[in-house]
């Protein structure tokens, strides 16, 4: 899997970062509602969700839960710079598919995953991406969204 833009993720990437994250993933979701997804946020035909920024796949991990029960697998797919804070096991159900893949959200998403998503995720990128950055990410991120539907960005306010 490897990494790229690894210079960019200026904290560690070892166990006791990955439980912080997880610990952090909580609280934030405690903030807005209990839920990963923003109450303003309809999830009634949600069917394919990309997490940009993944980390360790947790919020992605807990979206399941959150969402509708429906006869339609959920496709969750979770993008990073870097493969090593991934979780280790394949987490694939009837109900529910996760896939991890190292990508540079700077840089253009693969063809295939244009117009996929019905959701898509950010979380507490802000230092993330040098100013010059911000519009071309943004830009990216779009391109995975199917038609007009919602991007959840969440930072600091």
Known sequence: MGSVGEDLY???RNPEESARL????????????????????????????????TGTGVWL??????????????????FDISATQF????DITPTRELHLSVHDARNRFPAEHHGR?????LRLLV???QEDDY???IHNVYELLSASLPASIQHPP
């Open 10 to 12: 200026l904290l560690n």
């Open 22 to 53: 997880n610990k952090q993933h909580g609280f934030l979701v405690d903030l807005i509602g209990g839920t990963p997804i923003h109450p303003s946020i309809p999830t009634d035909n949600i069917t394919a969700v990309a997490d940009v920024g």
């Open 61 to 78: 991990a807990s979206l399941p839960d959150s969402l509708p029960t429906s006869n339609t697998p959920l496709y969750l797919h979770g």
């Open 87 to 90: 979780p280790f096991y394949k």
């Open 117 to 121: 998503y019905d959701l898509v995720h």
């Open 127 to 129: 230092g993330a991406f």
């Open 135 to 137: 519009v071309r990410t």
